[in-house]
């Protein structure tokens, strides 16, 4: 069976997008592992599958797997080019799209420019929501890992994120760091894990090791986690640029209880068939 497919990227953060609706598509985790493999198949860090809503006045279903084939929440540069690709692909005429995930409802605006606002909802800091294994909620946690602790912040974004404040991004071992909180026992469902150096109230850079695929050049979900956590510490105002190594978000966010908003490109690199 062959299978068309569009290979799109936000910030390097790549995607296999597939059209799950004018064709029936079974996936098993083991296809997705062949079909993300950069040697012996595309090359993606996630795969997004666009689906019929299953409720009403929803106007698409998605879904997001990551290259190790988990099934995730919540995506948050893949929202971005899943909008460009329902538009571009003739699935709808919107520029607001109302979209259903594993965790919930999200809306997104494309902006005239091209640019696409995704309003990622409110942030879960709640640790048993996270889910996160802590006594109580806090600002900053402590991790234990053998000899070494680490201090963290912990956010859902519909996934979870923990974040650590480092000096210089440039410098920092994010690859051996990030495996170990990625896997850490504190985490149940494991946990993206982002790194971020704060330059001003309006500016941030991060790097973020994803859960179920490594460090990626740019993590969405990440980028509204750390302007969350920059936030509740006091080192980032309600609007902020970060800077990951794919390129900028802007990102905005009032407050505990209020909404996050992301804002970025979506870009579509080629259109491809695959033998099944
Ligand atoms: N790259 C994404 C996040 C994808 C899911 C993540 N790896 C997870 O396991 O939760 C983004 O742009 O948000």
Redesign the pocket.
């Known amino acids: 069976m062959k299978l068309p497919f569009s290979k799109m990227h936000?910030l390097g953060?790549d995607f296999m997008v597939l059209d799950g609706i004018s064709q029936a598509i079974e996936l098993t985790p083991a296809i997705i592992r062949r079909f993300a493999s950069r040697q012996f198949g595309i090359g993606f860090?996630?795969l997004l599958l666009v689906e019929p809503p299953q409720q009403p006045d929803i106007d698409f279903k998605y879904r997001?797997f990551?290259a190790d084939g988990?099934e995730?929440?919540?995506?948050?540069?893949?929202?971005r080019c899943f909008a460009k690709f329902v538009r571009d692909k003739g699935l709808t005429i919107k520029s607001r799209i109302a979209v259903e995930t594993r965790n919930g409802i999200i809306h997104l605006h494309v902006e005239p420019s091209g640019m696409v606002r995704v309003d990622m909802g409110v942030p879960i800091l709640e640790p048993v929501k996270i889910p996160f294994k802590a006594e109580k909620q806090a600002v900053d946690y402590i991790i234990r890992d053998g000899e070494d602790s680490f201090e963290i912040g912990a956010v859902s974004?519909?996934?979870?994120?923990a974040i650590m404040l480092v000096d210089d991004i440039n410098l920092f071992p994010v690859r051996q760091v990030g495996r170990r909180i990625e896997a850490h026992q504190d985490f149940p469902q494991?946990?993206?894990a982002g790194f971020l150096q704060v330059v001003h109230a309006k500016f941030a850079k991060l790097r973020?090791y994803?859960?179920?695929?490594g460090e990626?050049l740019?993590?969405?979900?990440?980028?509204?986690a750390a302007h969350v956590y920059g936030r509740l510490k006091g080192l980032l105002g309600p609007e902020a640029e970060i800077k990951l190594p794919g390129g900028s978000l802007h990102l905005s966010w009032a407050g505990e209880g209020a909404n996050v908003y992301m804002t970025g490109p979506a870009t579509h690199v080629f259109e491809g068939v695959i033998d099944l």
Not at 72 to 79: R, W, Y
Not at 218 to 224: E, M, V
Request: hydrophobic share 25%; net charge neutral; proline share 3%.
């Open positions: 936000g953060n860090n996630q997001i990551n988990s995730v929440e919540q995506c948050g540069n893949g929202a974004m519909g996934n979870p994120h494991r946990v993206n973020v994803e859960r179920g695929v990626t740019a993590c969405g979900t990440g980028a509204c």
